[in-house]
């Protein structure tokens, strides 16, 4: 009898073995998968695009070795009920993290590094525009963003973007003119190119020309005012984006350049916009106040006065601006 049982202790001690080893080789495989990879890539951006699968987000981690196992990344996201949170976007890793580290980032979406705050101006123009985007943005070619933007003047609206400090110019330009499409898409409805862009270039000079008073809507109608009367516009906006002057700046040899954008030596609009209006510029030249103003001018206050002849008008600038 004593023969016959030391086989099964043996046995039993073997099988205990094996259970110890699987127990050591499983635990150090997992302790493993949530230690930060030996090659984690420093720093690195990794990208998630709108509505990404999970597995997919998922294998491009593993295969940028930001993690070491896929199929637990995707265990713990969807264990936590962060599945559908992962937002679209840049996620910035500047150190090697765990995998729960990783997760957790992903799941509360935090991008790791700040993004860049850009407000852009109403009446900015493109040049405005390529400028701000070089300050802020590190990426950003004030070049290669006028280049990419030829035909976009008036078309880039001019609100506050959240860019990502790893993007350049394609993703600013891209959220602006986005922007614009939601904006008026309701208000465009059913109007040919054409109609557009006659919209669009008026009300980038009314932008310029009220300076961001609740003057728009006069103004607006005055310009029309004298489109329909066969008087030149004979504003100043479009010389800040020939020349870069403001009306104050502006000498009697400017006034008089050759260029289809001077308004005082040809009647009628510019070929195009001269700068990026917003909303308010929009609708006041969708519904422009009726009046029989012919001329407007600002005192220094900003403050807009109107004439009907040029002898009103005359006086309207000995009085508010000689």
Known sequence: MENSTEPVVQRKSRKTM????????????????F????????????TVSSREPLSTISNKLQSMHIISSARLFETLVIASGGEKRITAGDYFFDKPLSLLSVVSQFVSNDFGADRVKITVPEGFTRADIATLCAQKLPHCNADQFLEKTKNMEGYLFPDTYLIFPSRGEDE?????????????DTLFTGMSKTK???IVTMASIVEREAAGTSARAVIAGILYNRIDSN?????????YFLLGKSSSELTLKDLKIDSPYNTYINRGLPPTPISNPGISSINAVLKPEKTNYLYYLHDSTGVAHYATTYAEHLKNKKKYIQ
């Open 196 to 198: 557009i862009d006659s």
């Open 18 to 33: 094996v259970f110890l080893v699987l127990c050591v080789l499983v635990v150090g495989t997992l302790w493993h998968s």
């Open 231 to 239: 008087m030149a516009l004979q504003v100043d906006a479009p010389f």
């Open 35 to 46: 230690q930060a990879p030996s090659n984690f890539p420093l720093p690195v951006v990794f």
């Open 172 to 184: 600013l330009i891209q959220k602006m003119q986005a922007n614009f499409t939601k904006k008026t």
